[in-house]
């Protein structure tokens, strides 16, 4: 782990006021070193603090903004270190400074055996692009950073290493419930994804899921609780993984576990539903409510 492996900044003058931004990490290609291929998926950062200056102070905190713990790398996608921010840019004019504003990232490279198909002092360089976006998904701001990894020589028998790997369909990355009938809000309303979630382990495993912000909340400042929506996975055939419903909750929650799947994937439906006669949808104002949903996945 690099403890202060780079920080991102934000400045600005005057009146400043953005709500639900994000900040994404995408890795521009492969990791590579002549001939060998650094696993994108075992390079992860996570949010150590923010610091800043704005009128009225203080800048948010990382609790406040809604930031998932830990973030993995993909080639060539996008990863959210804030995937919409529970607090908003905010600075007045009357303010004796600028407006800045700080966060500080960790780089975790998970190790295990893995590491041993390298010849020593292999290196490697990790290109990411942080960009940051508006509610309406207009860049803000962007910029490259290049990570350096190096295998230094190795000794003694690795333990062997547990290999586990979650995925979520395209599909699915961005579920949507609607209501659009009278009988919406009577009968209630239910998406289901077919086998949207991807699991591979070579050892027992469990997934949980929480939500990162604590309700669902509109552009506008509007919210609904949390547990007025449930999820539920259901084992595609041959999947002989055990499921347990949910309603929403900022608590990790265990939503299905298993043995091993023989370093196979195996897969899951995803539905998401809300009860019927749901008063506190009825008395929603009409707008597009949104949280971010982490789904992780561990040793049992």
Known sequence: MSQNAFTVRFDGNGNIYEPKWRLSAQLKGSITSGAYTFPADKVSFQPVFTTGNANPGPVPTIQQIGMPASVFLQTNTEKYLVPGSNAPFYNSSNSNGPFYMEMGFSMTVAGGAYLGN???????????EMAAYDQYNNLIGKSVIYFRLQIAQLSGTPPNATEMSLKLASNAVNGTLEFKTMQDYTNGVSVSYPSALIVKSNTNYQVKVKSIQSQFTSAAGSTLPLDA??????????????????????????????????SANVYYDIKYSTSANDNRFVQAKMEDYVTTIQYEIMPQ
């Open 118 to 128: 390298y010849p020593a002092w292999t290196e490697f360089t990790v290109p990411v």
């Open 229 to 262: 929506v449930q999820m539920a996975l259901n084992p595609v055939s041959g999947n002989t993984g055990t499921v347990f419903p949910i309603s929403l909750s900022t608590s990790s929650q265990l939503v299905a576990k298993g043995g091993t799947t023989q």
